[in-house]
């Protein structure tokens, strides 16, 4: 008798789960949710997955000229940092040495600050230069793949 008592007071589970069960035992309608796709637990993953994206977009479309010029600038420095100074190959292990450390310590630099402080000169002008950074890894890239061909 318990058993049965108790199993009465179970709530069906179902796979579209739009808000829970009503008091009368109905499942409320999709409209009341339409804001989170129907209120599952997918809907609202893809809702705060679309903001995420959408603050990510958003911040990245300040300052995108002065980043897609520091990014071909990088580009530049490196293809003249391998043809030129790579040469004569007295001065190849010295430069990648340089670079290496250059691009290590600005990742350092970057990645040691913190995500949620506020952005200030100092920070915004590292932000800068590690678009700058990106644009060397690239041309290098690009450099290592034409030797290669």
Do not use: H
Not at 38 to 61: C, V, W, Y
Request: some cysteine; glycine content about 14%.
């Amino acid at each position: 008798m318990n058993f049965l008592g108790r199993r009465a007071e179970w709530k069906i589970a179902f796979a579209l789960n739009t808000g829970g069960v009503s008091g009368n035992g109905d499942q409320q309608s999709i409209n009341e949710g339409s804001s989170n796709l129907g209120g599952t637990r997918l809907g609202r993953i893809l809702t705060a997955g679309g903001r995420q994206l959408l603050e990510k977009l958003n911040s990245t479309r300040k300052n995108l000229p002065l980043k897609i010029f520091l990014l071909l600038l990088g580009f530049y420095t490196a293809n003249a940092l391998a043809t030129i100074l790579g040469q004569t190959g007295d001065w190849d292990v010295l430069v990648a040495g340089v670079v290496v450390a250059a691009i290590e310590g600005i990742g350092m630099l970057i990645y040691r600050m913190p995500a949620t402080a506020r952005p200030g000169r100092l920070q915004s002008f590292l932000v800068m230069v590690n678009f700058w950074k990106a644009g060397i890894c690239l041309g290098l890239f690009v450099d290592a793949f034409k030797l290669g061909s």
